[in-house]
DNA sequence: CATAGATTAGAAAATAATTTTCAAAAACAA
DNA sequence: TTGTTTTTGAAAATTATTTTCTAATCTATG
């Protein structure tokens, strides 16, 4: 059970009193929410409409249709995929082959089904029109800069990207508001990457964070949200999969922008291929 | 491929004029339509509100609302196992999302499928014996061997990976019959990476190559070959499939180390994980 | 244990989306 | 052609959702 319902489980805690309650019955009668309207659902879980309209919004969705819409997609998948599965002692081979497989599609397929298409537009605009780029994040989120780094190198944009903290904050320091910053962290709770968005986005850059599904520090930092699927608690190793769906994500980012432009940008691309060819 | 796409298109000869219109439509941009309302489907498919919701109850929905959802559900269902897309200049944002989908998936299932369970085997006791593991890569591929190189560390085991080519020889150079080399590139054809397994090979290194499937040069020099699906021929960009299969690759080698050692390593894992929350 | 300030919640108003009605246009039959 | 039926879309009606605004509740502090 991953996705929506893992996010709403793992985000309890946090939520107030109705909240709450609007959690729990959501949890309880996901099968049914599908086939009802934001009245009936404020009749049986016992909150107004309003309050779910903002509990739909917690969760980063335009609205409740929004998230019916995708609670609907996820509880169609479920009978069907296989589901994450752990990695345990002594397993034999094939049987890690087929859950590194089942993991890292599932990973894709889930992280496809989140995406929110506004948001997504909103940060190729953002980074279409960016005069510089900075990525933010470290280990293994750290390598998923680096490989967006890359790429935009590739088309001639100007991007950095640190390892080290104390440049990243220097970096930050030193956008506009013509700049862009992007905060990549699985939990949402890496604290260097926290303090490189948050200083980019005092001095006026526009800020998009790429977390985990559901509220977090980076996420609420950040002008424009970008998730990846939740994986299910007690999941081992969760990061190879998360890691998948980052650069899944990057890509379609990439991709977005390279669209967009294409006419433009291609070339360059080409042309960047033929030179390391050339010239190495 | 039953549901609700099937029972359009079977009906499509009895339908009138502007149902036809919308029909077709629909079949060809059922992604899209998940993502827009009532008016907008109108204002694309060249048809009246009043029409599309007629058109909706045709297929004993209640309503437009119901068969998006329905639609979304089905879409979601739909093993995204189509074959690999190009992406081409100007495609709307949800076709790129889905082309990437699919590529991704194909990617990984695909280079399951190619993946031999012997050399599989000898690559990871080679690593689990080795006293020293070099990883090589430029660019994308580097990045992999890096991300190797953070799995590798995180539980002990020495490991080096370097940008730079003439680092990379020199470490080759250093290497002996209890060490193990590992070249990373898609098409098995870098020089650097090339270079790099040769000196490893002739100092006596068990060498292992990562390639695309086929006969290649970085192949040739390795005692043990392992390989990623090829991707189809034209297809731009192929570099993003190309290293989530990679990376694909580098994970079931990993969790096929830690399994093996699994009592003696895990402990090792999460001690790692415990430290650098302490000591950040 | 009062009280100021902040947060949360719901009623009702505002807005947005969808469906139905109805009149006009198109298709069809004689 | 002409009368009849069917199809269509503009606009009205309905329904659904979001926002606003005020009251209630909670929290921290003197």
Known sequence: MP???????????????KEKEIAAYVLAHAQNIVHMGITELSQQSGG?????????????????????LKLAAELALEPAAQSYQDIVAGNPLPSIVSAMEANHVRSITDTTRMLDMKQLHKAIEA??????????????SGLVAQDF??????????????????????????????DVAIGISY???????????????????TTISLTKFGANTLTSLA?????TSTLEEGMRRGDMASRIAQLHVIDILFVGLVSEQF???????????????KYR
Chains 1, 2 share one sequence.
């Not at 107004?48 to 019916?68: D, L, M, N, P, Y």
């Not at 303090?195 to 850059?205: I, S, T």
């Not at 006419?263 to 060819?277: A, C, G, H, I, T």
């Open 263 to 277: 006419d433009d940008l291609v070339p360059r691309l080409e042309n960047s291929f033929q030179m390391v060819k």
């Open 3 to 17: 996705g929506i319902l893992t996010a709403i489980q793992e985000q309890m805690d946090t939520m107030n009193r």
């Open 48 to 68: 107004s409409t309003a309050t779910i309209s903002r509990f739909c919004k917690q969760f980063h969705f335009s609205g409740f249709t929004e998230f019916k």
């Open 149 to 178: 780094y890359q790429k935009l190198v590739r088309i001639g944009k100007r991007a950095v990207t640190f390892s080290d903290p104390h440049m990243q904050v220097t970096s930050a320091s030193n956008l506009t508001d013509r």
């Open 223 to 227: 002008s424009i949200s970008l998730f």
């Open 187 to 205: 939990s949402g709770e890496t604290a260097e990457t926290i303090a490189a968005l948050k200083c980019a986005a005092e001095n006026g850059a």
């Open 127 to 140: 980074l279409k029109s960016a005069r510089q780029i900075d990525l933010y994040g470290v280990a293994t």
